[in-house]
């Protein structure tokens, strides 16, 4: 069968060969867990369940999955399915792990993605299948429709750390983690993308997203200048697109999104213009700031050439 889950190797780790030696061992693991589960109800009583085991059925599984062993994969997750309930959040994203990493053909993974969906629908903020999800719309080249997911994604989970480690979503080269500030900055950067490849009236919701996410990586960190400069770009693009004025002056729009009328449009570009302004001015006098590279300061620059020339 095929190995088509995307990003199946990033789940559990890229190391091929130590997957091939534990998926060798599935035999005797899950002979090992079902000889004990015979006497589970007596092991109960007398000792605490060791939840290290399931996670270690866990890594059995991803690994059976990688190396072609399906049928000891099914076993991990009919037990794991027995211990935890198949409506488990995480359960259901590992029984789409596995649905994806069987399915021999497209149409076979685009009925993994509506079955996605479905549950979806019944719960939106079900992180597993949020994320399988973005990795399969990925999988089969529809990044819009991945763009679009992982924003719902980091709607629901601004934080979560492995969120940001998604494909469509990598962090910086030189970075080591990544904090809040960096995380509603991609987030403000995906929908002032998708906002380009939309109609008027999406795009001016993603726009007006857009400016929320910047703000708030800017009240997370007040000289950031990644945030200033997505502020200052898609605040100037929603107030100069022409496509935009209709939405822009109609007062029902602006009062169902938050308020976010001309005037404060203006005042939160003219403040990011400004704000750029000074940190271009401060960390172009020396290395005092090195974690900024100068291809920033170029780029903030250039914004602050056009801003002018447009003014």
């Known amino acids: 069968m095929s190995r088509t889950a995307p990003e199946l190797h990033a789940i559990h780790g890229s190391d091929l060969f130590s997957s091939l030696h534990l998926s060798q061992q599935a035999p005797l693991i899950l002979n090992r867990r079902l000889t004990s589960e015979t006497n589970l109800k007596s092991t109960l009583l007398l000792s605490p369940e060791k939840f290290e085991e399931y996670r270690e059925i866990e890594q059995l599984l991803l690994a059976c999955l990688q190396t072609g062993d399906d049928r000891s994969a099914l076993s991990c997750l009919n037990q794991l399915e027995q211990r935890f309930g198949a409506s488990n959040e995480r359960v259901l994203g590992l029984r789409g792990i596995y649905e994806e990493a069987v399915a021999e053909d497209q149409s076979s993974l685009e009925s993994c993605l509506r079955k996605y969906d479905t549950l979806l629908l019944e719960n939106p903020a079900n992180m597993p299948v949020l994320k399988r999800r973005v990795a399969l719309l990925r999988a089969l ?162 914004l602050l050439d056009r801003l002018n020339v447009s003014d």
Do not use: M, W
């Not at 403000?188 to 993603?206: F, I, K, M, R």
């Not at 976010?260 to 005092?288: Q, W």
């Open 141 to 302: 080249s529809r990044p819009t429709d991945a763009i679009h997911s992982l924003i719902d994604l980091l709607k629901a989970a601004p934080t979560d750390a492995e969120a940001c480690t998604l494909p469509s979503i990598r962090r910086e080269a030189n970075e080591s983690f990544v904090v809040p500030d960096q995380i509603h900055a991609r987030l403000g950067e995906l929908q002032h993308l998708v906002a380009g490849s939309s109609d008027p009236e999406q795009s001016y919701h993603l726009l007006r997203g857009s400016i929320r996410s910047f703000s708030r990586s800017i009240e997370l960190c007040d000289d950031y200048l990644r945030g200033f400069y997505g502020l200052a770009s898609a605040s100037s693009a929603l107030l100069k697109g022409e496509r935009y004025r209709t939405y822009l002056q109609d007062s029902s729009l602006s009062q169902a999104d938050d308020s976010l009328s001309v005037v404060l449009l203006e005042r939160l570009s003219a403040f990011a213009k400004t704000r750029i302004e000074g940190i271009v001015k401060e960390r172009s006098k020396g290395r005092i700031h090195s974690e900024y590279s100068q291809g920033e300061l170029i780029a903030a620059k250039e």
